[in-house]
């Protein structure tokens, strides 16, 4: 499992928030330069800043910072969290059902999103640009709703999520 911790000692000790973050090296069989650039940089951002309060957990005196471990099995979403001693705090199951179609519409622009870069002009780059934030942003909007209940988290929390939701789903 591949993981990373915080760079900076900026956040309390105490507060909701990931600090350490893996996702499921087994469930990814494939990853091009883009994608990993992609999974470096929602790592890294997520890491630097992100709202993420497990609301059982928290419920039970569980304060944060958050270890959490991406994996998909039998097409769920598997979130485990522990505490900053990587002991299991709970463990949350998301159907993956409604995120099919943008993950798929994800895949689609970002593939003609990188071919533009290579030989499209400016305004061709930004049009596109434009329609895959705008999916990133709907997904993310998605997920803050399956998560309602389970987790408070924010809205840019939850767009890297996404991303790194997307790059579990990479299939050779």
């Given at each position: 499992m591949a993981d990373t911790s915080p760079s900076s000692g900026a956040f309390a000790k105490s507060d909701h928030r990931i600090a350490k973050i893996g996702l499921d090296d087994e469930t990814i069989l494939w990853r091009s330069a883009d994608v990993e650039q992609e999974r470096r940089v929602a790592i890294f951002d997520l890491i630097e800043e992100n709202s993420f309060k497990?609301?059982?957990s928290a419920e039970r005196g569980?304060?944060?910072p958050y270890h959490l471990a991406l994996s998909v099995r039998d097409g769920r979403l598997l979130l485990d969290i522990g505490d900053k001693l990587d002991a299991p705090l709970e463990t949350l199951?998301?159907?993956l059902a409604r995120?099919?179609?943008p993950i798929r519409d994800y895949f689609a622009i970002c593939d003609s999103y990188y071919q533009a870069i290579r030989k499209a002009t400016p305004s061709e780059i930004e049009t596109?640009?434009?329609a895959r934030r705008g999916?990133?942003?709907g997904a993310a909007e998605l997920?803050?709703?399956?998560?309602?209940?389970?987790v408070e988290t924010d809205f840019m929390t939850a767009r890297r999520l996404f991303?790194?939701?997307c790059v579990l789903h990479i299939k050779g």
């Open positions: 497990p609301v059982r569980a304060c944060g199951l998301l159907g995120f099919r179609r596109i640009d434009m999916i990133h942003d997920l803050i709703e399956r998560l309602e209940g389970k991303t790194l939701i």
